[in-house]
């Protein structure tokens, strides 16, 4: 792996085709939020962050069905879904990091990722805000006469907030181009997903909009991309609206800070067994595609990369004041 | 010249925007079919069809957020809030994510979206349908919020934040939707944003007044007839200092008429930002003619005197033009508010 | 029937108890609603009202199945839910003109009706927002150990806003002692239910939330009674909330100036057939509680009443000034 | 008399109250188990139990909502929103409900809630969670709205809040929490609402903070040494006219000095209240030290020149005292705002 720099993202996002530059990709996103993580605890970086790793599965199958043309809405919880998505990890982490080379300019942050070139919308920080978003996305594919398909990245928590009704209610009766993605991570942030709703198979929510709700293993990269793409064909056939539960599992902490104390003994001991990485790297070894030796050299290089990557974005630049006084209305005042 | 009715004017800006430009769309509760709560949609649905003219849930945070994301993609929504009250579910999409999309995306992402809601009291719709608000969006840079007082301005305003790149929110006083005035349409009857109509010149004092007040400011003036100069603000973020500036400069005496009441309202940014930069130039204390601070009743007697009209305005610009000084307003006057 | 006046809400209330005295009230209702479209087109009220025929039996039979002591938050649909509570017509209509006998003195009108002796919340003019309250009033309940249950009254548009959303499942997740009445009345405003969205037997929405959704046949008045007093009592027991959907017909248009002219043709005919008045009517003679006579008679005493009261209350005094300045901060300004 | 963090006294403050009186119940997301993400709910569900202490769902428009219920029925819960902007699905339950329901029910029916939500920049939250946004609540007769400055204000505001009989929103500057100060508490710590603070005497100059940026200018007010008053406003909606008045009386100056930008903010309204009120007895231009009229930025450095810190706040005050005009803010100074 190189270098990647802004430009290249779609040739970043059409590698993914081949399964081995699948968990290359996961493996890459693990290793990015290990670092960032290192950086928080070095002061290096300022406010908060929510780390994905758990959901790599679910990030890398989600950019394999999408085409760069489709739109994306997803979380502060985002750094896997831009890198999936074909964003660089120097664009990533320079961001995260307020730097100028940031893919807002360094105004933005963790929370706030954008890559248009990719469909990703500015990341949301707002729980729920982006469902009713990646619907007028879809409202506006589908006015258009295009076959391009939206889609919403949300957690569970996200299923209890009133955007959520109001949205797959919209695209249900419109029968919009979007499919809505619940990442069922078990938590928002220190609650167990019973602790806030009776129903935590959030799938069958799908029910009160008489569109399919199909829950699938986020963990498994193939199961989850198979379902993604049926979702998606049903979308870009004009079919309507579907609601895909992935059930995963946040192997963090909610943000930098959290220790996750409050889960059940065992209980992260036990999806570590099924860790996304894990799997995916087990079966290409079994299937032949790669060697435990190819796989480990393509891990190594993505550790080299992304140590240049870490090295070269402290150095970049800063903002200056300016920057913040840009890009608020269309023209500058 | 046609004298229509404003819910007409706007009628007629939605239909030329959309045939303009392929990417307006319009979308709210019982606009298509039923051409509107309002009739301020009359004959689109059969002119644009279901794709571009659409009825939608009662869900305004998922249509303003539909909204939101279709602007994002390079449509340009309209999405009608029947009254400005439904936004109080749904200022996250406009103050949090619409009008900071530019922002978050280094300048890649604009949301030239509208926002179209009715506002105001005089028509006995109680408390919870009869506020302004617009203090809900005012300290939100990267919104655009511009306010109507005729058909003309209407008709003008609208087809500006239809073509504006950034998000506009038009508020439309309620009251006003049947008045009738004289409205050029096209492009000859664009008003811009951002810049402040003066609609009667004066020297000895200057009135900046705001939707459905401005027809009420212009009357009282006309009754007194002494050099009073009335701005009507038309957009209210961001407004126009340089013509509410260079009026002062000139008249050296400041009031706002507003609807509403004086605590949140837009007038005190009016009488704080020219008192910054023009105290120099002021001969009198600036002030505020407004409603009292209180919800607004239903009553059609007290609902009638809860808004300043055309009878309070002028006792209050004549007594402070004679004496100089700050009138009480009529419920201090009459000893009402105990 | 005498002229009621305040004070003697609850006995009102009681009187329901006897199945005539049922259809009474029902026809109170009807007659009242009358009334007030004709004070409207003569320009004697102000502003505008949303009449309330063809759910008088889902209106009475709540009102029978609930204490005093229980609460209920309603819309702007509210004069039925009012006049079935126990509110005498004189309270209701003088707030309605505006005037200073009226429940809220006069500033409130149709839209803002509240009786507490009776358990009415002032009347929601806002869409879906009476939901929360009323899971907020079960709230409090359930943390004080009282047996009382909340009511949310709402119609099928309002099951699409998020507040429904979020207010079932907060129910659902604390058990609350709350029961959700939906009076699906076919229509939104203009809008036939199937134009906003795909799921239009709306009780199933209780699915999301793990809770009974029941429909029942609104026009029925024993029928609606039985559904209800199943889920007051459950509520009542601790077992937490049910979702009720009530199959009503909005007879008259949405607010005064609406002739409904968007109805598909035969509609409302069809559904006059099933008039709850017509049926309620029906089997008082046909099971001998009472005669035709004895009906007749009681519908001229009821006619007479309302005579009574629209006089009494077109003659009554308006507020003055002073009263917009009242009752906004607890104390005095 | 203890030093404690601001969050602590806020705690103590829910507890205090919580034993004082059975109806006190708090809820909002992971303040039960978890203590709450700022840990302003230590130990409470220890002592008051799952009952009272509850955590909810993300939901903010439901349980503000299911607040507004349990008040109207005679409880006083405190609901947490964790960050100000999540109110932008709730207005609607503040302001259009709790607000009036004193009004429409002829004074029977009474919402004594309260809303904590944490507010403002500082911490490198981003755009979306460094809002201060108490315009969105200014305009409503009927809601109260106070600002805590320290641990003090923190725990007396508070308990005001708890006990008073309408709906109040304590805005809580998040950046603060952390802050240890002295901290009455019981009766004695009890901070009225509606009662402006005046920590520093002077007769040269009035300044209005409110907030994180009371001890920003404290602290320049210090540098400076010249005579500044400086007032705590304390509660902003309503806010106390009286105690502004008489020290604008006695100093002929104003300024007042907010966290975020001058559009909406509610600085406008005490400058154009006083200026309206107190005009002949003004020495010198009023105005405003504010952020820039820009959303919040992320980086550091930027975020931290975003808010009108120390330096800045002293700049704009000695250039004031010395030349009596209106100072510009350092985007201009500096030409960086182009
Ligand atoms: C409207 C709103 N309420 C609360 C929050 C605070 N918050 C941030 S993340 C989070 C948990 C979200 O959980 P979930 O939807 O499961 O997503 P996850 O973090 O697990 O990816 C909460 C409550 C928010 N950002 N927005
Ligand atoms: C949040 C909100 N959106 C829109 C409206 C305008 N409005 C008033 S009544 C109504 C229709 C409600 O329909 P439904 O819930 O079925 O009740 P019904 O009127 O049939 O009793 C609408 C859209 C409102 N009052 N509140
Ligand atoms: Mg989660
Ligand atoms: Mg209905």
Chains 1, 3 share one sequence.
């Not at chain 1, 290793?31 to 002061?43: I, K, M, P, Y």
């Not at chain 1, 998505?85 to 954008?114: N, Q, Y």
Request: proline residues 6%; glycine residues 10%; negative net charge.
């Amino acid at each position: 792996m190189t270098l990647v720099r802004s430009g290249d993202h779609v040739a970043r996002r059409e590698a993914l085709a081949d399964p081995v530059a699948r968990y290359e990709r996961m493996y890459e996103i693990r290793r990015f939020e290990e670092r960032v993580n290192d950086l928080f605890a070095q002061g290096l970086i300022h406010g908060t962050t929510h780390l994905c790793a758990g959901q790599e599965a679910l990030d890398v199958s989600l950019a394999l069905e999408l085409r760069a043309t489709d739109i994306v809405t997803a979380t502060y919880r985002g750094h896997g879904i831009a890198l999936a998505l074909g964003m660089p990890a120097t664009d990533v982490l320079a961001e995260i990091m307020g730097k100028a080379d940031g893919c807002t300019g360094g105004v933005g942050g963790s929370m706030h990722l954008c890559e248009p070139d990719v469909g990703l919308l500015p990341t949301f920080a707002i729980v729920g805000a982006g469902l009713p978003v990646a619907a007028g996305a879809a409202l506006a594919f589908q006015t258009r006469g295009e076959d391009r398909v939206a889609v919403a990245v949300f957690g569970d928590g996200a299923a209890n907030i009133g955007a959520f009704h109001e949205a797959l209610n919209l695209a249900a009766v419109w029968k919009l181009p979007v499919v809505f993605v619940c990442d069922n991570n078990v938590y928002a942030e220190y609650s167990r997903i019973d602790l806030t709703t009776p129903l935590t198979d959030l799938h069958r929510r799908a029910g009160s909009y008489d569109i399919p709700g199909v829950p699938v293993d986020g963990m498994d990269v193939d199961a989850t991309r198979a379902v993604l793409r049926e979702a998606v064909s049903r979308a870009r056939a004009g079919e309507g609206p579907t609601l895909v539960e992935a059930k995963t599992y946040r192997f963090a902490g909610h943000s930098r800070a959290d220790q996750a104390t409050y889960r059940p003994e065992g209980e992260l001991e036990r999806w570590r067994e099924r860790d996304p990485l894990v799997l995916a790297r087990a079966a290409l070894v079994a299937g032949g595609a790669a060697t435990e030796d190819d796989l480990a050299g393509l891990e190594k290089a993505v550790d080299e990369d992304l140590d240049a990557v870490a090295e070269a974005v402290a150095a970049g630049p800063d903002p200056t004041p300016a920057a913040m006084f840009r890009n608020i209305w269309a023209v500058a005042a | 010249m046609a004298r229509i009715r404003v819910r007409q004017a706007i009628a007629s800006a939605l239909s030329d925007a959309m045939r303009e430009d392929e990417s307006v769309l319009i979308f709210g509760e019982d606009i298509a079919a039923a051409e509107g709560p309002f009739k301020t949609s009359e004959g689109l649905l059969a002119e644009f069809g279901p794709l571009r003219v659409r009825d939608t849930p009662i869900s305004e945070m998922g249509f303003v957020g539909a909204a939101v994301g279709a602007a994002a993609v390079g449509m340009r929504p309209v999405a009608e809030i029947m009254f400005m009250e439904f936004l109080g579910v749904a200022l996250d999409q406009l103050v949090t994510e619409a009008a900071k999309f530019r922002y978050l995306s280094n300048g890649r992402v604009g949301v030239p979206l509208v926002v179209r809601a009715s506002v105001g009291s005089g028509l006995g719709f109680g408390t919870q349908h009869s506020q302004t608000l617009e203090n809900w969006l005012g300290a939100t840079p990267g919104l655009k919020v511009a306010v109507p007082s005729d058909a003309q301005t209407a008709y003008g305003l609208l087809r500006s934040a239809i073509r504006d790149p950034d998000p506009v929110v038009v508020l439309e006083p309620r009251v006003l939707y049947a008045e009738r005035g004289e409205c050029v349409t096209g492009d000859a009857g664009i008003v811009p944003l951002g810049v402040a109509r003066v609609p009667r010149e004066g020297d000895a004092l200057t009135v900046v007044a705001l939707g459905q007040t401005v027809r009420a400011a212009l009357a009282a003036a006309e009754r007194i007839d002494a050099g009073i100069e009335v701005i009507d603000l038309s957009t209210v973020t961001p407004w126009d200092r340089e013509t509410v500036l260079a009026s002062v400069a000139k008249t050296g005496r400041l009031v706002t008429v507003e609807e509403a009441p004086a605590s949140g309202g837009w007038g005190a940014e009016i009488v704080a930002t020219v008192t910054t930069a023009a105290f120099r130039s002021l001969q009198a204390p600036p002030f505020r003619i407004t409603a009292p601070d209180v919800p607004v009743p239903y009553n059609k007697a007290l609902e009638a005197r809860f808004s300043p009209g055309i009878g309070e305005i002028e006792h209050q610009l004549t007594t402070y033009l004679r004496t100089g000084e700050v009138p009480d307003p009529w419920w201090l006057r009459e000893g009402v508010a105990a």
